[in-house]
């Protein structure tokens, strides 16, 4: 069922339209225009390497395909000779087609810059990992970077009608019902591999029966067990979940953090990654308006780390809705980072002269300890005395919010700072 020509290719309608870079290299155009090098990035069963075979067929050019799964620096530079010798001898324009780019490590890349920079050939490069990190710096430059989507429910919708009816396909052998169409659109979740390849696996188990052929939601069900995720744990998937994982925790959301906890979880995250993820947001967002949080979120760890998968589920979900539902505070992840910007830009002073160290032989003749007021020796625990250094003194790093437990410490600190500063109610 893969398309002959752009014209059939379903969805990626933003980068076929009429004088598009992928039309000009299409319509075999001699330009400059025409010759300039893509980068298709985009998820599993997009249509990369369906649009790469479409524009072979319909270009006019001569067409190579190299995989960065199996081919070296040898290969590419195999492919360049004879790219240059049909330039120069033939007149004949070479596309030179490369799947999984990410895979080829710098100096392989290197190897197609002379190519790519002098027009030997036109480089269709396909990947499904972000270009910015995984392609070098000088071929990035001389290519166009094209995104391509996932496909929408109505672009596998098409597909499926399209290989019930059409004779690459079951030639109107099958009929599918609505629901099992659904099924195997959620299914797919945007990938249209895997909705042909669902088809094809519950077509199978209805050709088999008796009478007419058809492909209902619980042959669906019984042929593809369940939906897999798309889920790439070095790639964009990994960095958008934990990120909406993180910001629905921030965000006081249980339901959509248990939502995104689960989706790491199916997908075979690191279960210690998720771990460290709780402890930080523990700290940096809920902080001193609920300090149990970091003990939970740490005892998560644990649990982890002494109990293993599956059943450590339970306990990182348990810190999971502790920490949604605790109230929230940067308050001290503020103040450190204040603190931290003070001492890098120089603002530290010296120790106050009664703070240092007078224990050593020789420190009570440098004054050190001189003056220092035991805290214990007043009853309240608290009493007048100077900790900051001279150039911040009166400075305030920590602003607790007075949520939760900061209630409690805005008002004891307001108490502490008047007595330790000397400062009127």
Known sequence: MRPTSLDEVVGQQHLLRAGSPLRLLADGDSGQQGAISVILWGPPGTGKTTIAQALAHSSGRKFVELSAINAGVKDVRVVMEQALNDRDLFDIATVLF??????????????????????????????????????????????????????????????????????????????????????????ASGDARRTLTGLEATAALALQREGPSVVTAELVAEAMDRALLRYDRNGDEHYDVISAFIKSLRGSDPDAA????????????????????????????????????????????????FIGMPEARIPLAEATIYIATAPKSN???????????????????????????????????????????????????????????????????????????????????????????????
């Open 331 to 425: 308050a001290a992840c503020v103040a450190i980072d204040d603190a931290l910007a003070d001492v890098r830009k120089g603002k530290i002073g010296t120790v106050p002269k009664h703070l240092r160290d007078a224990h050593y032989k020789g420190a009570k003749a440098l004054g050190h300890g001189k003056g220092y007021r035991y805290p214990h020796d007043d009853p309240r625990g608290v009493l007048e005395q100077e900790y900051l250094p001279e150039p911040l003194r009166g400075k305030r790093y920590y602003d607790p919010r007075g949520l939760g437990n900061e209630r409690e410490i805005t008002e004891r600190l307001d108490k502490i700072r008047r007595i330790t500063r000397g400062e009127r109610a």
């Open 98 to 187: 490369l799947d999984e780019i990410h895979r080829f490590t710098k100096a392989q890349q290197d190897a197609l810059l002379p190519g790519v920079e002098n027009g030997w050939v036109t480089l269709v490069a396909a990947t499904t990992e972000n270009p910015s990190f995984s392609v070098i710096s000088p071929l990035l430059s001389r290519s166009l970077l094209l995104t391509l989507q996932p496909l929408s429910d109505d672009d596998l919708y098409l597909l499926i009608e399209r290989a019930v009816n059409d004779d690459r396909g079951y030639g109107g052998s099958i009929t599918v019902e609505a629901d099992a169409a659904r099924a195997l659109v959620q299914f």
């Open 258 to 305: 248990i939502h995104y906890l689960a989706r790491m979880i199916e997908a075979g995250e690191d279960a210690r990654f998720i771990a460290r993820r709780l402890i930080v947001h523990s700290a940096e967002d809920v902080g001193m308006a609920d300090p149990q949080a970091l003990v939970i979120a740490t005892a998560a760890a644990d649990a982890v780390q």
